[in-house]
């Protein structure tokens, strides 16, 4: 069985453990309010709240719940349209009504759930922190403008939250029902969601936003075996010289964490770049990891840092170079009962260089045509130690060996990396796709690198100078 609290009600269901959230507030629960537009994660129609007890508060974020597998759901409170109506209109309804953010009515109650998220957040909220938090829904009708001023009157009502009691005050100030006050208490008597009862003999799924993409009809009527919460693959830690990150954080774990913002501090800005708010709260560093994409954009950042992942299977645990796992297109050194527990890489020092470059279609939520990422070692103006990774340019994840091997030990100069893209133009082989042609690939890609020397030492080139 797996228990959960959907709005006010406690469910408690052995329906197949790989149906959708979606399907079963829609068809097992009559909760139409929220609605199927793409069942791909792209348009927010189908959001929902999702609430779990971290110490003595619950704390909600924001899903797509046409990826969202029941089995994901243990021992959590799934909030829907419906879970969030009163007699009267909250105050988020009110400001989308005041600023005639809703026409046809199919993306809101979308929006409304994920504003209501701000709310519920113990978070401070701001106009562009409520704006950021609904570019997970998109509208077909409006044109954007009157949801965003939406938003902005509702941040300004919630300058006066308590932060230190964000659901008591929510519920004092109606904007959310008062049964939220007893959630908490609700939770507590429901077993944990990392003790989950569910089959291991299903399909590995951690945030199903690769997996319901790609195989939703065959996955929803399976069991599954989430590991999506569970304790052991979560958590950002320092160990000695490294940095361990548990296989199921996902990109807003990374994006939270004070230790990753200390080390990386320009990642947060990177990660902007990945999907929208709710698909980061579910997808994960393994799920990316193992999808084995070759556009990936966490697997070109963990390559570049040159990290290592450890794989806990029935014959034992192993560790390898995250680049070599991948053998050739979407196969793996990997047993399919292996399960990717964490990644590491080693702490960055004073002289370490980090950054991350993508270009796709749209600036966000979009995957990338090319992407890469680098790591250098800096021993004064000389590259002690080089890894770069390139997304796009090959079947697999690519870490461009030659043109890293080629970096160590060279003086930052226009001339150096003028002869390094010559290498990388040679361990690349692209292929013309609905992403673009060979050609076009190929000069993103030297685009890109010339702009990883640009952003990480702006000191020495200017444009002209470096790419004349
Ligand atoms: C709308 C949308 C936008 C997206 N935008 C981007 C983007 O900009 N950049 C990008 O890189 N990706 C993007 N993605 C893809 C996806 O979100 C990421 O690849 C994500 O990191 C996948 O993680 P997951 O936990 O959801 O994987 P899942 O779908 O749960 O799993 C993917 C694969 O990994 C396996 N797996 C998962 N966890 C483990 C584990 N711990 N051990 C072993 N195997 C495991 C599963 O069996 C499956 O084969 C997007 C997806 C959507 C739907
Ligand atoms: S139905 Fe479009 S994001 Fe779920
Ligand atoms: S109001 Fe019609 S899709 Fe947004």
Known sequence: ???????????????????????????????????????????????????????????????????????????????????????????????????????????????????????LSNEKVDRPSAVKAID??????????????????????????????????????????????????????????????????????????????????????????????DEELKGIRIEG???????????????????????????????????STPIRNMGTVAGNFVNASPIGDLTAMFIALDSAITLKGAAGARSLKLKDLYKGYKQLDKSPDEILTSVRFSVPSKNTRFHFEKVSKRTYLDIASVNTAIRLEMNGDTIRESHVSAGGVAPIPKYLANTSAFLAGKPISRETVHSAIKVMNDEIAPISDVRGTADYKRLLLRQLFFAHFMELFPERFTLTELVA
């Not at 049964?179 to 939770?187: E, S």
Request: with cysteine; net charge neutral; glycine share 10%.
């Open 1 to 119: 069985m797996i228990d959960f609290i959907l709005n006010n009600q406690d469910i408690s269901t052995d329906l197949p453990s790989g149906m959708t959230v979606l399907d079963f507030v829609r068809y097992h629960k009559n909760l139409k309010g929220t609605k199927i537009g793409c069942r791909e994660g792209d348009c927010g129609a189908c959001t929902v709240l999702v609430g779990t007890l971290k110490g003595d508060r619950v704390e909600y974020i924001s899903m797509t719940s046409c990826l969202l597998a029941l089995a994901s759901v243990q021992g959590k409170h799934i909030v829907t349209v419906e879970g969030l109506n009163m007699e009267k209109l909250t105050p988020v309804q009110q400001a989308m009504v005041d600023e005639s953010g809703t026409q046809c009515g199919f993306c809101t109650p979308g929006f409304v759930v994920s504003m209501s998220g701000c709310c």
């Open 136 to 229: 997970g829904n998109i509208c077909r009708c409006t044109g954007y403008r009157s949801i965003e001023r939406a938003a902005i009157h509702v941040a300004d009502q919630l300058a006066a939250k308590d932060l230190k009691d964000a659901i008591g005050w929510s519920v004092k100030n109606g904007f959310i029902p008062a049964y939220f006050n007893g959630i908490k208490a609700r939770l507590q008597a429901v077993q944990p969601s990392n003790h989950q009862p569910t089959t291991s003999n299903g399909v590995t799924i951690a945030g199903g936003t690769d997996l319901y993409v790609q195989k939703h009809d065959t996955m929803h009527h399976s069991p599954v075996h989430s590991v999506f919460n």
């Open 241 to 275: 010289d490294h940095c361990i990150i548990g296989g199921a954080c996902t990109a807003a774990d990374l994006m939270g964490s004070a230790e990753m913002e200390r080390l990386l501090p320009a990642l947060k800005a990177h990660l902007l770049l990945v999907s």
